[in-house]
């Protein structure tokens, strides 16, 4: 630390950090448009002006950037003295700016009207005729208006450089800089949609938001988790007369930092979908007409069937509605709404997190991660934000390489020129090509069981006391003592696999390898990812009990079991179709509790109405087994409840520190928040502005009068505009809001340092404390070769594979319809022609496309999409080409070899 005078005032501040950064963080307000705290400095817009003297002597000083600048022990700097230069500096920038702040969607939440308000530019003096561009279509999610445009270079220093994007950039320069794409389409990159919070101004905005636009401060908001997978990103979503408008990322430096993927940001479109489940229904039995039940006539009907009903949970519903079922039907009657080999898996990552020597990696830890190995997860596609910290991990190398030469981290620029192509180790072995393949050092094609006997190889190349493989190729074995090498040498080694392999296998070997790098109290870092928004959390609750989907099935089947409820889970999506219609056609009563229609609540003789994630309040646990509490946004119409509404008649912090107190490791639930009795000075949190409008006019056509405003049992937070602002307590931290500071750049006044920790909220509590330093292994498995021509493996889509987003409309224009993925060769040998379908086992007949990658004699079949149900197929399926097909209406070949980052995977 170096103490320096800022303007007559004496400042403690890091030396390692830039001085923009530092002056910020000590509560300084300095204009700047083209830095970022993730993304370091390059000194471009000139904003950030400061005098800097030589000396106590000197008092003319010199112009310095101070994003540019290392603080220096007794350094004195002036930011009034620079603000004529600031003021210049705006002035030039807004020359081509329109006038058109009233109708841009930036407004009122834009860091240019911040800053040029800040730096003093109030007046145009330039009456002369302003360059003008046409504007793009970027796809479904990205508005384009070009004539904002400052060329501060963020989306650029974004979109290519940290989200690793090819094709988007910079065109022409000077006054006539473009920033696009080389022609018109859909953005390709799965992280696109931060560019509508990284860009300063409103050149990129959010489409979907558009269509439903209002002010920022017209939105009714509340602290909330990404549902879209396990990440458990925290966001912010923003209501307006009802209807769920638009996702924001909410700061949390340990989980998502500063951005979302596109899957969280643009795929909560079902809370307003037309395929909501808004009234509860009733009907004799499954083959009668339905009739609409009343909230009271549904709860009736629903606790008398639970009397003697099974209950069956979902990895998409809250710690607290599991809980609140288990608690219904009865502990034994309590199943947890997932396959068997699911339920193991989820199990089996938690015997691993709490017994062997290793550290649960947070998005932060994977970011700081110099060696890192991927097994069999496609995780752009299954837990993006995990993607995008991987593509963070490879720059470590450059930035160890800066500190050798004395530079500094942030020194952008200067970083990239050094380290040109060289990358910390990233290697990936998969059955297919991935979108991480461009920053990979070595790639591995390989089936899950290949790259298990490989894991399992390293860990023992690592460890020789690990259990040891034979029959390795030469090939193999040369990969084998790359990687472990590497991994070996390492100071922050990271091992990363989950489920989507459905091969436990593959998670005996990641855990060998991450304990094998254990070296006293020096352990590896290890991300297990899970499918959904609770799938560990649902794991948890299941206590060790093998009571899964599987077993709930049997029950009925054997005829011990007549009735069931089904919470927040289509059973079509987690067992073969053939095996669900038993199930439920042996029931004599179904009660389904869901948000949207799906195959099972048509099955249903009672269906009740839930709440989203944006109507209710609740905990879900990530990949980490970090537990997250998310609030409700807006109250539903009196027909909708959240889930655990239906279930019990407890108060929600009742049931979550029941559920905290008997349910193991999961005593960090009860401290989430800060109670329900929270206030400050007798105020509660709003999850309103201080500026909303309309509150009286907005219900006139109901009723002239302004109604009393809603009532939040849960008792922290308030649905009103009235309540202790962030500004002054920030325990509970909804929207970012500070004096001058009116969009998201704002967070750095609640954070600890710029681009820290927030200084009050939470960042969640992670459950499972680990203290082991014992070394125990998994043991190699003999691998079963499936029967069959082709030997199956999955294949995830970030827009199609997730079951609710799936029905977002924007992410419905780039998902596409079930598919199959073939080796050139083995569609040759089947005869197939581009236009071909090939008629598929237990799934009808679907298109093709060829994927170079994929190894001969192996076959990728898509897990959620559209017109296949992955489950109905055995590990190994004969093909042949279909003699009658036509393309469904949803096959859109363009949109899968887009998501392929690598051009020789071919096309349909």
Not at 415 to 444: C, E, G
Not at 883 to 906: L, M, Q, V, Y
């Amino acid at each position: 630390m170096v103490k320096i005078t800022v303007d007559g005032k004496v400042l403690e501040v890091d030396e390692n950090n830039n001085l923009l950064e530092e002056v910020l963080s000590q509560g300084e307000d300095l204009p700047y448009f083209c830095w970022h705290p993730s993304m370091g400095s390059v000194g471009s817009c000139r904003q950030c002006a400061v005098i800097e003297y030589a000396n106590d002597e000197d008092e003319r000083g010199r112009l310095n950037m101070a994003c540019m600048t290392s603080p220096r022990e007794g350094g004195r700097y002036s930011i009034e003295k620079a603000g004529q230069f600031r003021a210049q500096a705006i002035e030039s920038i807004m020359i081509n700016h329109p006038h058109d702040c009233p109708v841009c969607e930036e407004g009122g939440e834009c860091h240019l009207q911040d800053m040029t308000v800040m730096s003093g530019h109030t007046y145009r003096r330039y009456e002369g005729k302003k360059k003008t561009h046409t504007n793009q279509y970027l796809g479904p999610f990205i508005n384009h208006e070009m004539n904002r445009c400052i060329t501060c270079y963020r989306c650029v220093r974004y979109y290519n450089d940290y989200a690793g994007g090819t094709d988007f950039g910079p065109q022409a320069s000077h006054d006539n800089t473009y920033f696009g794409r080389w022609q018109e389409g859909p953005l390709e990159s799965e992280f696109s949609g931060n560019l509508a919070e990284v860009c300063p101004t409103g050149v990129f905005t959010d489409k979907p938001f558009g269509k439903q636009y209002v002010r920022k401060w017209d939105l009714q908001t509340a602290p909330s988790i990404c549902t879209g997978c396990s990440v458990g990103c925290n966001t912010n979503p923003g209501e307006r007369y009802g209807t769920l408008r638009r996702v924001v990322n909410r700061f949390n430096d340990e989980v998502n930092g500063y951005f979302l993927c596109d899957r969280g940001r643009f795929g909560t479109g079902y809370v307003n979908s037309d395929e909501r489940i808004t009234v509860s229904m009733t009907r004799a039995s499954s083959d009668a007409d339905p009739h609409l039940a009343s909230p009271d006539e549904a709860m009736s009907q629903l606790h008398v069937m639970a009397v003697d009903a099974i209950g069956i949970g979902s990895p998409r519903a809250s710690m607290e509605a599991n809980f609140a079922l288990r608690d219904l039907v009865g502990k034994d009657n309590f199943y947890a709404g997932v396959s068997a080999n699911d339920l193991a898996m989820g199990q089996q990552i938690l015997d691993i997190y709490r017994n062997r020597p290793v550290n649960v990696a947070s998005i932060k830890v994977i970011e700081g991660s110099d060696a890192v190995i991927v097994l069999g997860e496609d995780v752009t596609n299954t837990a993006a934000r995990i993607a995008l910290a991987l593509r963070q991990s490879v720059k470590n190398l450059g930035k160890k390489m800066a500190r050798d030469m004395k530079l500094p981290d942030w020194h952008d620029a200067a970083v990239r020129q050094l380290t040109m192509d060289r990358k910390s180790p990233l290697f990936i072995l998969s059955p297919h090509a991935t979108r991480l393949d461009d920053v990979a050092a070595n790639v591995h094609i390989s089936s899950a069981e290949e790259s298990a006997r490989i894991g399992f190889a390293i860990a023992n190349a690592i460890d020789s006391s690990a259990p040891a493989v034979k029959g390795l190729s030469k090939e193999e074995k040369s990969l084998v003592d790359t990687m472990a090498d590497a991994l070996k040498n390492a100071q922050q080694p990271l091992v990363v696999c989950g489920t989507g392999s459905f091969s436990p296998a593959l998670i005996d070997a990641a855990a060998n390898i991450a304990t094998a790098l254990q070296d006293g109290d020096k352990k590896a870092n290890l991300a297990m990812v899970v499918p959904e928004a609770n799938s560990l959390g649902l794991a948890l609750l299941m206590n060790g009990s093998d009571q899964s989907l599987d077993q709930a099935m049997s029950l009925v089947a054997d005829g011990d079991a007549k009735s069931a409820v089904v919470l927040e889970n289509d059973l079509y999506r987690r067992a073969p179709a053939d095996a669900v219609d038993s199930f439920v056609n042996a029931l004599d009563n179904l009660a389904v509790l869901d948000s949207t229609q799906t195959r099972t609540g048509e099955a249903a003789n009672l269906v009740i109405a839930a709440g989203t994630f944006a109507e209710s309040s609740g905990t879900f646990i990530n990949y980490e087994a970090r537990a997250q509490h998310f609030y409700s946004v807006f109250k539903p119409k009196d027909s909708i409840r959240a889930s655990v509404k239906w279930l019990s008649d407890q108060k929600l912090s009742e049931i979550t520190a029941a559920c905290a107190s008997s349910i193991t490791d999961c005593g960090g639930m009860a401290n989430l928040t800060p109670g329900e009795d929270f206030n400050v000075a007798g105020m509660k949190v709003p999850r309103q502005q201080h500026r909303y409008s309309g509150r009286t006019a907005m219900r006139a056509d109901i009723n002239v009068h302004e109604p009393k405003q809603e009532q939040d049992e849960d008792g922290i937070l308030s649905y009103s505009m009235e309540g202790v602002p962030a500004t002054r307590d920030a325990t509970v931290f909804n929207t970012a809001w500070s004096g001058g500071w009116n969009s998201n750049q704002s967070v750095f006044k609640f954070q600890s340092h710029t681009g820290g920790a927030l200084k009050q909220a939470s960042h969640g509590q992670c459950l499972i404390e680990n203290n082991s330093k014992t070394k125990t292994w998994n043991e190699i498995e003999k691998d079963n070769a499936p029967e069959g021509d082709f030997a199956v493996f999955p294949l995830y889509h970030l827009f199609g594979s997730e079951e609710l987003t799936a029905r977002t409309p924007a992410i419905q224009e780039k998902a596409t319809s079930a598919y199959i993925a073939l080796n050139g060769d083995d569609a040759q040998k089947l005869g197939l022609q581009a236009s071909d379908g090939v008629a598929l086992e237990h799934n009808g007949s679907v298109p093709f496309i060829i994927r170079s990658s994929i190894k001969p004699g192996t076959v990728g079949v898509p897990v959620g999409l559209e017109g296949v149900n992955f489950r109905n197929l055995p590990d190994g399926i004969a093909l042949e080409k279909a003699s009658s097909w036509t393309a469904p209406e949803k096959w859109h070949a363009a949109n899968i070899i887009a998501s392929d980052r690598a051009s020789s995977e071919g096309e349909a």
